[in-house]
């Protein structure tokens, strides 16, 4: 039997388990794909914990890449033997997973499968990011917070390619270095002085257009702080802990502010808005102009070390689990 991390009740790490599982065939519009990889990613963290309810028990994991071995009814355009990646759908800590087809797309050759597995769910949010929810611009300041991470790394690209100037920040000398190879114009150790004053004296005073922060409880009320008049504060996670409820008048009186909190779902709503994210994403990589930083990779089983050392901020870059 195939074997899979199943999650039996919420809790920490521990709470992760292989067993071997029985796979059924894929029912009416599914694929079985056997995985090649599996990205590993902070909601991963919050359903584990119960902060996202999750229908117990399961199987975590909402991306994956590997190759189709059937297809269920009414699938039509995938056939085994395709390569194929997804997100946004649970059970890709597995061996072997059932995948709805209309969330499964084709991975080009000049892809490989843990790229593909690592550029989905973070490279479809830095995309929806940059391109959607504040559409950065040629020659706008933005501010990355974790700009080592999975996103960040991603995000300082797309935004530069843009012809944004970025300033991000992180914890340690080896990640502004990972922050600065990625492309970020400014870095600031968050650890060594006070990131709202930071930027404050990198752009005179006028704040920047859009800060991207992932991470949370921590950091969004300094992210206010750093915002031009009619910025926009996007919180996209919650690495530190939730956000508390905001007070409306703080956006008025910090200068007409803008907050919002995107998730995936509401920007990949339709296949085709899916397939051109992941389109350009694949199309970038494949070109070399996207590099996908896989900064650490785990046997399947190990799957609670992965959560132990993403949650301890011992990890840069994409991590994997590997079957």
């Known amino acids: 039997m195939p074997t899979a991390i199943r999650i039996e009740r919420t809790g920490g790490p521990e709470v992760l388990t292989p067993a071997d599982v029985e796979v059924p065939s894929p029912g009416p519009g599914e694929v079985l794909v056997d995985v090649a990889a599996a990205g590993v990613n902070y909601i991963d963290t919050y359903q ?23 297809v269920g009814s009414g699938v039509a355009g995938l056939a ?9 759908h649970p059970g890709g800590y597995a061996q072997r997973a059932l995948v709805p087809a209309d969330v499964a797309v084709p991975v080009p050759d000049a892809v490989p499968a843990e790229t593909a597995a690592a550029v989905m769910l973070q490279g479809v949010t830095a995309h929806y990011l940059v391109n959607s929810t504040y559409p950065v611009a ?12 999975g996103v960040g790394l991603l995000l300082i690209q797309l935004a530069k390619a843009k012809g944004a100037r970025v300033i991000g920040t992180v914890s340690t ?9 990625a492309g970020a114009d400014e870095v600031i150790r968050y650890t060594d002085r006070d990131f709202a004053a930071a930027v404050d004296e990198l752009t005179g005073g006028d704040g920047v257009a859009v800060v991207y922060d992932g991470v949370g409880a921590s950091t969004y009320e300094a992210s206010l702080r750093c915002l031009r008049r009619r910025g926009m504060l996007v919180l996209f996670g919650a690495s530190s802990g939730p956000v508390p409820p905001i007070d409306p008048q703080v956006l008025n009186s910090g200068g007409s502010l803008y907050l919002t909190r995107p998730t995936a779902a509401d920007y990949v ?3 085709d808005e899916l397939t051109w994210r992941t389109g350009e994403l694949f199309s970038a990589v494949a070109a070399g102009t996207l590099d996908v930083r896989v900064g650490a990779r785990y046997p399947l089983v190990d799957a609670r070390t992965a959560h132990e050392d993403l949650q301890g901020r011992r990890t840069t870059g994409k991590v994997l689990l590997i079957p």
């Open 48 to 70: 584990r914990a119960g902060v996202y309810p999750m229908k117990l028990p399961y199987t975590p994991g909402l991306e994956g890449a590997g190759t189709v071995a059937e």
């Open 80 to 88: 085994p033997g395709d390569r194929v990646a997804w997100q946004g």
């Open 138 to 149: 040629e020659g706008e300041t933005i501010l990355v917070h974790a700009a080592a991470g």
């Open 173 to 181: 000398a080896e990640k502004e270095t990972l922050a600065r190879q």
């Open 269 to 271: 709503a339709t296949r």
